[in-house]
Structure formats: C-alpha cells, structure tokens
C-alpha cells in the first residue's frame, strides 16, 4: 500500500511541473524583487533607455514609491542588449545562470532582449523603497559595466 501512495504522490507531484513552473523554480522570480508588473492602460510617465555596447544612458534614475514607469528601451548598438530591473543580488544570480546558458529566453515582465537597433518596452510599478538595478545579463556585458540603478524614494 506504502508503495502506491508513493507512486501517487510521485504522479502527483509530476503533474504539477510545468515548463513555466521550472522557469519560476529556475530563477526564482514568483515574485519580483523591484516592485511589480504595471498596468500598460495607466503609466504614469514614460522613460526612454538607450542601450549601446556596455552603456544605458541614463545611468540612474529616480521615481516616488508607488509610480509606475514605461520604459521604452532602444538598442542603438550593434549587438543584442538586455533590460532586466531587479536587486543586485538577484541580477548577480540571474546571471551566473545566464553564463551557463546564454541564449536563455526571457518571458519576465521585468526584462527584455532587445536586438540592434530594435525596440521594446515594460510598464513597471515600483512598489518597494531602495535602490535597485537594471543591468545586461548577456555573458560579460554586466562585467564590462552594463549597469544602471533606480533610486525608489
């Protein structure tokens, strides 16, 4: 009988794995650590992000608790960029992942891979105070400096 409940709990188990659940599992991201997905019907102000080789222009930017950003993100460079808004901590995380698989695909609200001279965008509603990072998770390019921080005040 043991060996039955075993292997239940077993089917079970497996069939509640997901893809979608191994990627939340992968990189802990139920929740977001900066705040949370906006609604796109109400930004409240809209950031442009200018992406090139190691560089965001503007480097840091400053937004009141509970205001939501569009952040339109522009890849003037030559190779592809990310955009992922989050800790330090769990950006170093991510990407020490990325570094073992490094054509990972995104599916966060809190991230984009934008190809050269292409553009995207995240709504973003900043609902925690500190200061946070949004860096490139391409192998090397955070190393090389692709990093830039938002002050929630």
């Not at 020490?96 to 965008?121: I, L, S």
Request: glycine share 6%.
């Amino acid at each position: 009988m043991k060996r039955f409940a075993t292997i239940g709990l077993a089917v079970a188990l497996a069939a509640m794995w997901t893809p979608a659940r191994a990627h939340d599992h992968h990189h802990g991201h139920e929740s977001y650590s900066a705040g949370e997905p906006g609604d796109p019907a109400k930004p409240s102000r809209t950031i442009e992000i200018e992406m090139s080789e190691m560089n965001y222009e503007p480097f840091e930017i400053e937004v009141n608790l509970g205001e939501q950003i569009r952040f339109v993100l522009h890849n003037a460079g030559t190779e592809d960029h990310e955009f992922l808004l989050a800790t330090t901590k769990d950006n170093l995380n991510h990407a020490a992942m990325m570094k073992k698989h490094p054509h990972m695909a995104h599916d966060e609200p809190n991230g984009a891979r934008v190809a050269p001279r292409k553009t995207a965008e995240i709504v973003w509603k900043f609902t925690k105070p500190g200061t946070f990072e949004y860096s490139c998770l391409i192998p090397d390019h955070r190393e090389y400096g692709m990093t830039g921080h938002v002050t929630v005040k």
